[in-house]
Nanobody, 114 residues
Framework: QVQVAESGGDLVQPGGSLRLSCTAS??????????MAWYRQAPGKQREFVAQ???????KYADSVKGRFTISRDNTKNMVYLQMNSLKPEDTSVYYC??????WGQGTQVTVSS
């Protein structure tokens, strides 16, 4: 049973920063073998792609977060991170971690407001 857990969501002012964390356990292969991604879902909207990191640390970002968000991973700790800088009110969402293109966490709330 794969378990995925996100943390780090909070209320932050516009222009501020947050770092989200995601850990996963129970996978058959080593953590480093899995593609990891972050998605987000705002109220009344569909879930959307934010960022992705693959085994070789190749990264991909949504246009809306390029230059502001950075995805990274620490395979020794089974962790993936999303560093979010220059946050905007429109970044307010529940942020979800997706493991191996299959497994989802429960999400963590990020609210950007003054």
């Amino acid at each position: 049973q794969v378990q995925v857990a996100e943390s780090g969501g909070d209320l932050v002012q516009p222009g501020g920063s947050l770092r989200l964390s995601c850990t996963a356990s129970g996978m058959e292969l080593r953590f480093s073998a899995y593609e990891m991604a972050w998605y987000r879902q705002a109220p009344g909207k569909q879930r959307e792609f934010v960022a992705q990191i693959r085994r070789a640390s190749n990264t991909k970002y949504a246009d809306s977060v390029k230059g502001r968000f950075t995805i990274s991973r620490d395979n020794t700790k089974n962790m993936v991170y999303l560093q979010m800088n220059s946050l905007k009110p429109e970044d307010t969402s529940v942020y979800y971690c997706k493991v191996g293109g299959i497994w989802w966490g429960q999400g963590t709330q990020v609210t950007v407001s003054s």
